[in-house]
């Protein structure tokens, strides 16, 4: 079946610091990606809508200059949390939509860890 | 707005024993309504979408428009079946895959 791949899986890192999260199709072309994003037993958050060749779409109350987002290839989007703040610690995930058969498929998580 | 409501937070059930996972959602249009299932330490996993009816794992869902309930049941819960379960519902067209997430229940299945 099709595989999303999100790396790094954890990263922890300095405040003020910025790291970015890929997130990559492997067998399929995804002309829209999304990340979420999950804290501590809560559910997840749609974050932003990344969409190949043309700017994010972010969700109401989400930061664009906090969380660049960048899909500059149909297998490839990047999430980079700029100068990331311990309250930007979470766990983020990424979905493909493969357009052919209209399924989702998730990334396996990248925990992010701001100390 | 688009929401998911999973009542249940927690659900501890012994193998063998139904299990039923409430799920309710509001919508203006015409949702496609999901569940998910999330191993320990484990990426989310499709287990079932409205649209297509499938049954995996023995597990079954049906839409209630009436009702506007998509509630998850097995008729025998086992061990394995234990993890956390999310409802999930998504617009149609463009808007397809813009999931909202219900709170998640945890499944526990004694032996």
């Known amino acids: 079946g099709a595989v999303v791949s999100q790396h790094p899986s954890r990263v922890i890192c300095k405040s003020g610091t910025s790291v970015k999260i890929e997130c990559r199709s492997l067998?399929?072309?995804?002309?829209?990606m999304f990340w979420y994003r999950q804290f501590p037993k809560q559910s997840l958050m749609l974050m932003a809508t990344?969409?190949?060749?043309?700017?994010?779409?972010?969700e109401q109350g989400v930061e664009k200059d906090k969380f660049l987002i960048n899909h500059a290839s149909l297998t490839l989007s990047t999430l980079t949390v700029t100068s990331a703040h311990p309250e930007d610690s979470s766990f983020y995930i990424c979905?493909?939509?493969?357009?052919?058969?209209?399924?989702?498929?998730f990334g396996s998580g990248t925990q992010l860890s701001v100390l | 707005a688009q929401r998911v409501t999973q009542p249940e937070k927690l659900l501890s059930v012994f193998k063998g024993a139904p299990v039923e996972l409430k799920c309710n959602y509001s919508?203006?249009?015409?949702?496609?309504l999901f569940w998910y299932v999330q191993y320990s330490r484990q990426r989310l996993q499709l287990l079932l979408r409205?649209?297509s009816r499938e049954s995996i794992k023995g597990f079954t869902a049906d839409l209630n428009k009436g009702e506007t309930s998509f509630h998850l049941k097995k008729p025998f819960a086992q061990e394995e079946d234990s993890a956390m379960y999310y409802c999930?519902?998504?617009?149609?067209?463009?808007?397809?895959?813009?999931?909202?997430f219900g709170q998640g229940t945890i499944l526990t299945v004694h032996p």
């Open positions: 409205h649209i």
């Open positions: 990344s969409n190949e060749g043309s700017k994010a779409t972010y």
């Open positions: 999930a519902l998504s617009g149609g067209g463009t808007s397809y895959g813009k999931l909202t």
């Open positions: 979905s493909a939509r493969e357009e052919r058969y209209e399924k989702l498929f």
């Open positions: 919508y203006s249009g015409s949702p496609e």
């Open positions: 067998d399929f072309q995804a002309t829209t």
